[in-house]
């Protein structure tokens, strides 16, 4: 059975870190890019980082470079997404997300987000001020 499994959320005070992570099971990871999506209350889901199959390429939004980092591990079959320097505007539901294709931009990861062929159940981040 195909399944990603998102977790790591929680509640974390702004400032501070908190590392998702997405699991997969019944396909290999290596196989396909990956992108880490966000749901925040109220607004439309967004991609905030991606990562090629080979796990060299990566996009990131601009609301999330320098603070967040994607990485994969094919021995694991599971991708990673670490959050630094929080703030409350990243609050929102995660979601991991696969597909066959890397797109060239978090922008374009939004755009065609309807292509992803599995995707996660999601975790929740609460960021408090």
């Known amino acids: 059975q195909v399944q990603l499994e998102d977790t790591g959320g929680g509640l974390v005070q702004a400032g501070g870190s908190r590392r998702l992570s997405c699991a997969a099971s019944g396909f290999t990871l290596e196989h396909f890019a990956i992108g880490w999506f966000r749901q925040a209350p109220g607004k439309e889901r967004e991609g905030v980082a991606g990562?090629?199959?080979?796990?060299?390429?990566?996009n990131y939004a601009d609301s999330v470079k320098g603070r967040f980092t994607i990485s994969k591990n094919n021995a694991e079959n599971t991708v990673y997404l670490q959050m630094n320097a929080l703030k409350p505007e990243d609050t929102g539901v995660y979601f991991c997300a696969v597909d066959s294709q890397f797109p060239m931009s978090t922008e374009i990861m939004t755009r065609i987000q309807g292509n992803y062929r599995y995707w996660g159940q999601g975790t929740q981040v609460t960021v408090s001020s």
């Open positions: 990562i090629d199959h080979f796990g060299r390429g990566l």
